[in-house]
């Protein structure tokens, strides 16, 4: 078998650097071959992993890193049948711990060798979104449009401090600025117009290292978890934080939770970030594809 193997060095602030020589030869302990997908840059690595797996290079794709490097590999095995396996290397890893990978890049590497060998696979439902600007991804955790997209937008505009400093200061910055965005959203076509400061979508339930912003959403059913909050000012909200990582936030009653297959949601001047990533403004319109990922586990 041909294994090609995602992997970013710099996932986990580089801790787990270390480690891809052992991941790599424990994939590799069968007698599989397994080759590294690098490049210079995400779009480079991207189309590289793209490629291995149309091109039939690969029996299987394997990411090694966390949340961003496995929405990288998302891009090249969804709907393909290719099975995907995970090796948890970040500081969140919020899909594969979601999914019950083994939180030990060498285990990971282990059970999903193990998996592969003896054709074990599981269907895991993706989310496929399409923008209004053309741009076309999957994602496998959960899509922000609200105060967190805000927070990551802003971030990633500053330039100072450096680390997790900039993004503690563009919460603060966020907060001071909080007011409600007006939303159009259609759940299966049924369309409802509100305003709210905090939107969240969700194949999987948790985002940004654990936060249980969609309590609840099985990745196996076909749906997409809805959490909307209605207009809340800026203590309020920063209560209400600390109970999203347990995922009793849903109780509050200015919290509203849906079910859908298909989510149209269309907002002035917001950005959707899913599994950590930029994607591109509103409007989007996201899809459910039952078993669209083969995840070998």
């Not at 194949?203 to 936060?211: A, C, I, K, R, V």
Request: glycine fraction near 12%; hydrophobic fraction near 45%; aromatic fraction near 4%.
């Amino acid at each position: 078998m041909n294994i090609a193997l995602l992997a970013n060095p710099t996932a986990g602030k580089g801790r787990r650097a270390a480690l891809l020589p052992a991941v790599r030869e424990r994939l590799g302990a069968g007698g599989d071959s397994v080759t590294l997908v690098s490049g210079s840059s995400a779009a480079e690595v991207k189309e590289q992993a793209r490629r291995a797996v149309a091109e039939k290079r690969c029996d299987a794709l394997v990411a090694m890193g966390g949340d961003g490097t496995v929405h990288l590999g998302l891009q090249a095995v969804a709907g393909t049948g290719v099975p995907f396996g995970i090796v948890p290397a970040g500081t969140g890893n919020d899909f594969a711990v979601r999914l019950g990978v083994p939180p030990s890049p060498v285990a990971a590497a282990g059970s999903v060798a193990d998996a592969l060998r003896d054709g074990r696979v599981r269907a895991i439902d993706l989310a496929r979104l399409e923008g209004g600007d053309g741009t076309s991804v999957w994602f496998g955790a959960v899509l922000a449009a609200g105060f967190d997209a805000f927070v990551n937008e802003r971030a990633n505009r500053m330039r100072w401090p450096k680390g997790p400093q900039r993004y503690n200061r563009a919460i603060v910055e966020e907060l001071l600025a909080l007011r409600p965005r007006r939303y159009t959203m259609k759940l299966d076509g049924t369309e409802t117009v509100f305003e709210s400061v905090l939107v969240a979508i969700g194949n999987t339930e948790s985002y940004g290292g654990g936060f249980r912003i969609a309590p609840g959403a099985d990745p196996t059913d076909g749906l997409l978890d809805v959490v909307v909050a209605e207009p809340l000012g800026r203590l309020t909200l920063m209560r209400l934080r600390p109970k999203v990582l347990k995922g009793t936030h849903v109780r509050d009653r200015r919290v509203s939770t849906h079910r859908a297959r298909v989510v149209e949601l269309d907002g002035a001047g917001i950005t959707a970030y899913a599994d950590g990533e930029r994607i591109c403004p509103l409007p989007v319109t996201i899809t459910c594809v039952p078993g669209a990922l083969r995840l070998a586990q």
